[in-house]
Each structure stands twice: as structure tokens, then as C-alpha cells.
């Protein structure tokens, strides 16, 4: 299963694409496309897979210099 940052980057790349391509018809296809994997992004629960600092805990708790 890919994860948001994946289809994000997917979705950037279609938009800029888009922007060079000198025919019409292909730059609507790829904004289309573009939308479709933001929709998919925000109707699946994917998780953020993206980098996160070393000091940030997966459940949510802050960490304290005590321990």
C-alpha cells in the first residue's frame, strides 16, 4: 500500500507536467489525473509515512527531560 507523501508527490509531478505539455487535451488529462489522486488521498485513511525529528513519539505523548 502506498502512502500520502507517495500520491503527493505522484499528484505534484502530474501538475507540473501539465504545465509544460503544449497540447490541451494531454494537460487536462493530467490535472484529471492529478485530482483523482488527491480524491484518493482524501477518501482512503493512508498513513503519513513522511519523515518525522527523532524526538517525536508515535503515540502523541510529549517527551520530558525526566524521562
Given at each position: ?43 482512503s485513511n493512508l ?21
Open positions: 500500500m502506498v502512502g500520502r507523501q507517495y500520491l503527493t508527490r505522484q499528484a505534484t509531478t502530474l501538475l507540473k507536467f501539465a504545465k509544460t505539455v503544449t497540447d490541451p487535451n494531454i494537460a487536462a488529462v493530467l490535472v484529471e489525473k492529478a485530482a483523482e489522486l488527491k480524491s484518493q488521498m482524501d477518501e498513513p503519513d509515512k513522511s519523515p518525522r525529528a527523532p524526538d517525536v513519539e508515535r503515540n502523541g505523548s510529549p517527551r520530558t527531560l525526566e524521562g
